[in-house]
């Protein structure tokens, strides 16, 4: 069975919780690299974040349900708010978090 990435994150909490409102849905999910986020939570960023998978024919399903838990759409970044973050990082080697949860887009290549 082939499974596919339907979302990303990079805190465990986040994770835990997309995964009991996937399986709580009736889907099957699949999440490496949980364990080792869970455990090491400094370690999510090194793994490419946690990973949460789904068999490949509910991949569409289940990405449709995780975006209607959003009640905003997401929104561009003002250019002021994407220069201050690249001189944080150029200055301290740091720039700002990443947004809790990545959701697969229709279409996208999920692997």
Request: aromatic content about 8%; hydrophobic content about 50%; proline content about 8%.
């Amino acid at each position: 069975m082939s499974f596919t990435t339907v979302a990303i994150t990079y805190r465990a909490s986040t994770a835990a919780t997309t995964i009991c409102a996937l399986e709580a849905a009736g889907f099957d999910v699949l999440c490496p690299g949980y364990q080792i986020a869970n455990t090491l939570p400094h370690f999510a960023l090194a793994i490419g974040g946690i990973a949460i998978k789904v068999p490949t024919p509910q991949a569409e399903d289940a990405a449709a349900l995780l975006r209607s838990f959003h009640a905003n759409e997401p929104s561009e970044a003002p250019l002021t708010s994407k220069l201050l973050n690249g001189v944080g990082w150029l200055v301290c080697g740091a720039s700002s978090p990443w947004p809790d949860i990545m959701i697969r887009e229709p279409g996208a290549a999920m692997a």
